[in-house]
């Protein structure tokens, strides 16, 4: 599949911070970016996606960016809480979807 | 429910033993895909198809996996000789026919594990 970089693999922030995850890629012909959040032992689940007509997208307190020309999008979770603590998964598309290894996001309270 | 649905959910079985997992997209979804994941990995892309056709099998796909969606509805992913490395989760997904751009459903998974 394709290659999605994504960092950073684990992070830890104080609850009310803010988190980043950045994934970058080199397929230039993928047009959808979706975000998955995958708490243990059950499936992942869509949280937000950008298309690539958009620059950025607004979800409440998490938002995606997408830079096609440097091939690199990011999600960014502000006000974080316990319940956000999770793996979230970056990924692109053409047919299939290609993920990144995943980010492991403790929230401390 | 109307969701993704994958039987069974776990799977205990002995080496060289083989297995069978069954996939039940949503309904009115013509793509199908399977993915396995380990544990610390995203999910890896194994084969996909489009109604009954499987249109691609990642090189990760083996000779001793094989998929099939005879009707275009429900699939099932066989595996021969099963080997320790074959311990996954092993992940279903759906989506409409509708452009690239649609989000993929997941199903719950079915855990294997290789004794």
């Known amino acids: 599949g394709e290659n999605v970089e994504q960092h950073p693999s684990t992070l830890s922030v104080q609850e009310g911070d803010s988190a980043v995850i950045k994934c970058t890629y080199s397929?230039?012909?993928?047009?959808?970016f979706p975000w998955y959040k995958q708490e243990l032992g059950k499936r992942p689940q869509l949280i937000i996606d950008?298309?690539?007509?958009?620059g950025e997208k607004k979800d409440q307190r998490i938002a995606v960016t997408l830079n096609k020309t440097a091939k690199h999008f990011s999600l960014h979770i502000t006000e974080t809480q316990p319940e956000d603590s999770a793996v979230y998964f970056c990924?692109?598309?053409?047919?299939?979807?290609?993920f990144g290894a995943g980010t492991t996001v403790t929230v401390r309270a | 429910d109307t969701g993704v649905s994958q039987n069974p959910r776990h799977k205990i079985t002995k080496r060289g033993q083989n297995v069978t997992f069954r996939c039940d997209p949503i309904?009115?979804?013509?793509?199908l895909y399977w993915y396995r994941q380990t544990l610390g990995q995203g999910p890896e892309f194994l084969t996909y198809?489009?109604?009954?056709?499987?249109?691609?099998k990642s090189r990760l796909l083996s000779d001793r996996f094989s998929a099939e969606r005879p009707k275009g509805s429900f699939s099932t992913l066989e595996i021969q000789r099963t080997e320790q490395g074959d311990s996954a989760m092993y992940l279903c997904?759906?989506?409409?026919?509708?452009?690239?751009?649609?989000?993929?459903?997941f199903g719950q998974g079915t855990r294997l594990t290789v004794v």
């Open positions: 997904a759906s989506s409409p026919q509708a452009g690239l751009d649609t989000e993929a459903f």
């Open positions: 397929d230039s012909a993928s047009n959808y």
């Open positions: 950008i298309r690539s007509n958009v």
């Open positions: 990924a692109l598309r053409d047919y299939k979807l290609s």
């Open positions: 309904s009115e979804h013509n793509r």
């Open positions: 198809f489009q109604n009954e056709a499987q249109l691609e």
